[in-house]
């Protein structure tokens, strides 16, 4: 998960299958696109690192797969509606 280049074609060659196979199971068992479901397990874990740990923003983002702190940011408030900065702010209380 913490790979920025991870890609949907290496996990379905990995996992035997083709793109589009793989693409069907995933969204047929979860209700997510492969990539969205990726981008949200990511930032789930972001999440948990915001209010359990002392890491940066930054550190955050890259540590979750993020390429940039700055779409981590902006697919965190997609999300959760609050950006991360307003989560460490409330968890610091």
């Given at each position: ?47 948990t690192l915001l209010t359990t740990t002392d890491k940066s923003i930054s550190e955050i983002a890259y540590e979750t797969g ?28």
């Amino acid at each position: 998960m913490g790979n920025a280049n991870l890609s949907i074609d290496s996990i379905a060659a990995r996992m035997g299958l083709e793109r589009s196979q793989f693409y069907r199971k995933i969204k047929s068992l979860t209700n997510y696109a492969p990539v969205e479901l990726i981008r949200l397990l990511r930032l789930q874990r972001g999440r948990t690192l915001l209010t359990t740990t002392d890491k940066s923003i930054s550190e955050i983002a890259y540590e979750t797969g993020f390429s940039a702190p700055s779409y981590f940011t902006k697919c965190y408030r997609d999300v959760y509606g609050e950006t991360p900065t307003d989560v460490r702010n409330r968890v610091a209380k």
